[in-house]
């Protein structure tokens, strides 16, 4: 049984910051990619950013510059440091670890139940 959990939401005025963290527990081998996605009202869910085991890091443009993903391999923990927010931040925001169980497990994604970032302007 794998599961994963966010913490840190809120309401913050723009402007101001929030750091966002996930940590994925249960019988995991390794986890190779941990991602944090977003979805607002009546719009697609979409990659914020992307961390890999080596470190590599991915930004979607409206993300660069403003966020920053870093990782705890140990603690099978993803951060997500979010400073100068604007109310287009507003959404939901979720993480996904995509992990392995077992050696020769493919990999499945494992996302958690979602923490709610509201922006005011």
Sequence with gaps: ?????????????????????????GSIFAIDTMDWYRQAPGRQRELVASIITGGRTTYADSAKGRFTISRDNAKNTVLLQMNSLKPDDTAVYYCNANLRRWLMDPGADYWGPGTQVTVSS
């Design 1 to 25: 049984q794998v599961t994963v959990a966010e913490s840190g939401g809120g309401l913050v005025q723009a402007g101001g910051s929030l750091r966002l963290s996930c940590t994925a527990r």
